[in-house]
């Protein structure tokens, strides 16, 4: 008796990491806020986003997590806010442990590290995260970051082909993608989270 609880209080362990990753684009897609605060000489204030960006804002959040194999649509992203948006998400979400959330860069971690999600979990409940897990599996962590960073490079290169960004800044803004994946395949579980407001801030 004993032996079947103890099997099935693992089963349900198992069950719900795995629902984590998969609710971790609609939770993010829930929780889009319409509002923003910005400091002032005199402190700072509170104002609500118009009705255009918030349509903007909230079309973008639901359509992450949405592409193909449930990762990031990076075709959705027309705008610089958006692309803004896509590269602070690049960074994961630090609520989600380790793993940061895989559902987003599920099929690259597929890919690259070519071990099942449930694997992944195993390892990372043991403390690795994506770069031990990388080496540990004899993959160098770097090959990884510029797996993630090819995967979302679309994005930028839709906004330069269309003339929203220059060369220049295109440059920059994929400096940033793997700034922002180096930090989610190498993060220790104690670094606070970068907040990504855009080139040259």
């Not at 910005?38 to 700072?44: E, I, V």
């Not at 997590?65 to 705008?79: F, I, M």
Request: glycine share 10%; proline share 2%; net charge negative.
């Amino acid at each position: 008796m004993k032996l079947r609880k103890t099997v099935a209080g693992l089963v349900l362990l198992g069950t719900l990491s795995v629902a984590a990753c998969s609710a971790d684009a609609t939770e993010a897609a829930q929780t889009t806020s319409t509002t923003s605060t910005t400091s002032t000489a005199s402190g700072s204030s509170t104002t609500g986003s118009s009705a255009a960006e918030a349509a903007s804002g909230t079309a973008f959040a639901a359509s992450r997590g949405r592409g193909p194999g449930g990762g990031v649509d990076v075709s959705s992203v027309t705008t610089e806010d958006e692309l803004i948006a896509l590269v602070q998400e690049a960074y994961g979400d630090g609520a989600l442990d380790l793993h940061r959330g895989h559902q987003p860069v599920q099929d690259v971690l597929d890919e690259v590290l070519a071990i099942s999600h449930d694997e992944l979990h195993v390892r990372m409940d043991a403390g690795q995260n994506l770069a031990a897990v990388a080496t540990d599996l004899g993959i160098d962590p770097q090959t990884l970051v510029d797996a993630l960073v090819e995967s979302w490079s679309p994005a930028i290169d839709d906004l330069l082909a269309a003339g929203e960004i220059t060369e220049e800044e295109a440059e920059q803004y994929r400096q940033a993608l793997e700034e922002a994946f180096t930090f989610r395949v190498e993060w220790d579980g104690e670094q606070a989270e970068p907040t990504f407001s855009g080139i040259g801030t």
